[in-house]
């Protein structure tokens, strides 16, 4: 079987879970998984962009729950976010790929911020793909900081869906379509509320460092097999 181009996802999301049992599962600490979780992470993104031509890709990489980890977990993952957003290391390893990131990042430390910054900035005006990450980042804070942006701009007293939605990270995307969860949980954990609306949900039981190309692929495939009628009906049970 292969995958049909046409039925692809125009926006895709992952929640990467379960770096930790995966490490622990052989028998190594919590931080190894994440430095495998790292490295997939860059395989998978270039597959979808680079392979598939998926244009916008939705990474759940840190929630606002996740500081609640011990410190060396969090100055682990730290160091990975700021290795990661290197500028000229970014903008060789994903041409023409725009970050946006979702959440406060303001809050990490100073060089991951810089990096951020930088990244943000030298690829603004790239077109062809968003890659929207998540760090610092909550779903309901995300609705939150919209609502008060809007009462900031002392907006009518009632608004729409178009309105709201501008004010939103992902202003101007299309929602999401597809979410893969990987580790088995069935859960969003605040992942993109809004965005996830009529997103079909795929929870493949294999730890994220593990979720391969492979993996992936199968995930489009069940997309396509899904029968998304946005609360309508089909043709044929009419
Ligand atoms: C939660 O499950 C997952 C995370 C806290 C995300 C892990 C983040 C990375 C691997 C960093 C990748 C991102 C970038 C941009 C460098 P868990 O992995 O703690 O595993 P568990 O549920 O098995 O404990």
């Not at 991951?112 to 309901?140: C, M, P, R």
């Not at 190309?213 to 089909?234: C, H, N, P, V, W």
Request: contains cysteine; hydrophobic residues 40%; glycine residues 6%.
């Amino acid at each position: 079987m292969t995958t049909e181009l046409k039925k692809l996802p125009q926006h895709i999301g992952f929640i990467i879970d379960g770096n930790g049992r995966w490490a622990k599962e052989r028998g190594w600490p919590r931080t190894k998984g994440h430095e495998h979780g790292v490295k997939n992470l860059d395989v998978i993104i270039k597959e979808c962009f680079y392979g598939y031509g998926i244009p916008i890709v939705s990474i759940y990489a840190f929630s606002t729950e996740n500081w609640n980890r011990p410190q060396t977990e969090l100055d682990c993952l730290f160091k990975y976010f700021t290795k990661y957003l290197k500028v000229n290391d970014f903008v060789k390893k994903y041409p023409h790929v725009r970050l946006n990131i979702m959440g406060d990042y303001t809050k990490f430390p100073a060089e991951l911020v810089k990096n951020a910054k930088a990244v943000i900035e030298a690829t603004k005006d790239e077109t062809q793909f968003i890659l929207n990450l998540g760090i610092n980042y909550s779903g309901q804070d995300e609705l939150v900081r919209a609502v008060n942006l809007m009462l900031g701009e002392k907006l009518a007293p009632t608004v729409d869906r178009a309105t709201l939605q501008k004010y939103l990270y992902t202003a101007d995307q299309p929602l999401l379509d597809l979410v893969v969860r990987t580790s088995g949980e069935q859960r969003l954990s605040n992942f993109m509320l809004w965005q996830v609306s009529y997103a079909e949900l795929y929870f493949p039981k294999i730890y994220w460092p593990a979720f391969g190309k492979k993996d992936l692929a199968q995930a489009l495939l069940e997309y396509q097999s899904r029968d998304r009628r946005f609360g309508a009906i089909t043709a044929q049970d009419a």
